[in-house]
């Protein structure tokens, strides 16, 4: 064995060598030798944070703009608070390690045979990892120094190709033992596709792409979980073919691209998304997953609508299975269709509304507002809230600027998630947080750790005193009506703005275009803390996109 690898060490390595470069942590005593010890020492950053979900949704945030995110956790007391964090970033396919610093050989052994319990068992040695089992594509338990490179190997491979989180259980005891060095580097396995499926898939989507005369391309989330971006431009170019994308995969390509047409998600869509997608006569939905957020009141034709997706290809009554979407796309430019003269939907200008600096804010008069200023340098999030229906319809034009939950939808994930998306952004790149009062309740002490470390993120807390989504999702004519909202949905309010002067960041508390404008001011300039910016709107006001239920 060679001298000067251990495990803790050999674990961080493997990390840095996929990218991370900040992991995001809460000390406990299981863990904090590996953090002092290990972590810092090889050259990644520690991010402490304020609790465990918080922390879980920074390092997804991280992971969906970096390829990788981590955080470390204690035994059960803390890794337990992480599971929807976990649960998030598995359902959406975000490549996320868990490392959980846990009670040693000695301890656990004690217990298990003696009843003396150690603080944080519940059960022994399987409680935490069978929690994990299933909410990660690997769950594994470094209790040997031996086996701990070939297991450490084994659950970062299946992280980086399935692009799923996983869970490491980093014993105590483990971590100073020696082990053997890491060797070559981890790459993701390959895509396989079976020949015949992909060869029929290939050849059946090809015939109708040269077939009809006004074909659309739905561009999904898996685009940008594969990194697939700059295929599916170049057959969106070669067939010369308008594509629209979902709220998920919001700006997977620019959105200022001639033949981006708008995001196709239900009755939310624009009229002239909703009129595309009627007319036309083929519809190629690339890595869309199909959620009741995609369709909202709208079903797709199935008829004329082929979904390539989780490895497989759906058209009508043809099914081609184990086709990588990767492949398939390969194989239909190969095919070199040419591409026919088609008049493309023109998109609806967008202009700065004539407001006055006395005119209250109202919910959709804030996103006309906030359109001028979303550019290329703008990195936009949305909470679960009606913030999904006012980001809809906004213009992001950089690539990957539009983070959003919108699958798993955790009310609250949006605040934390901008530590982490601040952390990997650009110098000149500004982060826009858009989040509903009852999310923000939720996450608030985010701004704790984006102070710390001096992240500028804008945060706006649209506060209109009530859950929003959940009033419209059971009874949306409330809006619309006298009738009172349910009292569930009812939050108590805060004082948003004074959360600044807690934690130590700048506020601004808004009900008008002109106050809305100072405070938009003042954020742009400010580059060490976040920007806490209150948004006082009418509580029955809501994005004219979401009306539809109401009716």
Same mark, same amino acid.
């Given at each position: ?229 700059? %295929? ?197 790149? %500004? ?108 509580? %029955? ?11």
């Amino acid at each position: 064995m060679t001298e000067g690898c251990t495990v803790g060490r050999y674990l961080v390595d493997r990390l840095r060598q996929l990218g991370l470069e900040h992991l995001f942590a809460i000390a406990g005593d299981y863990s904090i030798e590996w953090l002092n010890r290990c972590v810092a020492p090889g050259g990644v950053q520690i991010v402490e944070e304020v609790n465990e979900v918080n922390a879980g949704y920074a390092a997804d945030g991280y992971a969906r703009m970096k390829g990788i995110g981590a955080l470390c956790v204690t035994y059960s007391a803390g890794a337990l608070c992480a599971v929807n964090a976990v649960a998030g970033a598995y359902v959406e396919k975000v490549p996320l390690v868990l490392i959980n610093g846990t009670p040693s050989v000695k301890r656990t052994i004690t217990f298990e045979q003696t009843g003396y319990s150690a603080h944080h068992f519940i059960s022994g040695r399987q409680t935490d990892l069978q929690s994990f089992e299933n909410l990660t594509v690997a769950a594994i338990r470094i209790d040997s120094p031996d086996l701990a490179p070939t297991l450490i190997d084994y659950a970062l491979t299946r992280c980086i190709s399935e692009r799923r989180p996983v869970y490491v259980e980093l014993l105590q005891d483990m971590v100073d033992l020696e082990c053997e060095p890491p060797t070559g580097l981890l790459k993701p396995a390959r895509a396989l596709s079976d020949p015949t499926s992909l060869e029929q898939s290939v050849a059946r989507i090809s015939a109708q792409l040269e077939s009809c005369e006004n074909p659309l391309i739905w561009l999904g989330v898996e685009i940008d979980r594969l990194g697939l971006q700059d %295929k599916a431009m170049r057959l969106i170019q070669q067939l010369n073919v308008p594509f629209v994308t979902e709220l998920l995969s919001k700006s997977v390509l620019s959105e200022d691209e001639g033949l981006f047409a708008g995001v196709l998600d239900g009755q939310a869509s624009s009229t002239t998304v909703l009129d595309l997608a009627d007319a036309s006569d083929f519809v190629l939905a690339l890595g869309v997953w199909l959620t009741d957020i995609n369709s909202l009141g709208w079903d797709p034709d199935y008829d004329k609508t082929a979904f390539a997706s989780f490895d497989a290809v759906k058209f009508g009554t043809f099914f081609g299975g184990q086709v990588a979407l990767e492949h398939l796309i390969d194989g239909i430019l190969a095919q070199n269709i040419p591409a026919k003269e088609r008049k493309l939907p023109e998109k609806p200008a967008r202009s700065v509304p004539a407001v006055s600096d006395a005119d209250v804010i109202t919910y959709q008069g804030f996103y006309n507002y906030m359109q001028q200023y979303i550019d290329t340098d703008t990195i936009v999030s949305a909470d679960a809230s009606m913030n999904y229906f006012g980001s809809l319809l906004l213009d992001v034009p950089r690539p990957g600027g539009f983070v959003v939950q919108s699958s798993y939808s955790s009310i609250g994930y949006s605040g934390p998630a901008a530590t982490g998306i601040c952390l990997v952004k650009g110098p000149d790149q %500004k982060v826009m947080v858009f989040s509903g009062d009852g999310g923000f309740q939720m996450t608030a002490q985010c701004l704790s750790t984006q102070t710390r470390f001096r992240l500028a993120p804008i945060i706006f807390v649209i506060d209109n005193g009530v859950y929003a989504v959940e009033q419209w999702l059971a009874d949306a004519g409330v809006f619309h009506s006298d009738e009172p909202f349910y009292k569930p949905c009812l939050l108590h309010r805060w004082n948003y703005t004074a959360l600044a002067e807690v934690f130590g960041c700048q506020g601004w508390e808004v009900g008008t275009y002109g106050e809305l404008r100072e405070a938009m001011a003042g954020a742009r300039e400010n580059a060490s803390t976040p920007s806490l910016i209150q948004v006082r709107v009418p509580d %029955k006001t809501i994005p004219d996109n979401a009306n539809w239920k109401a009716h």
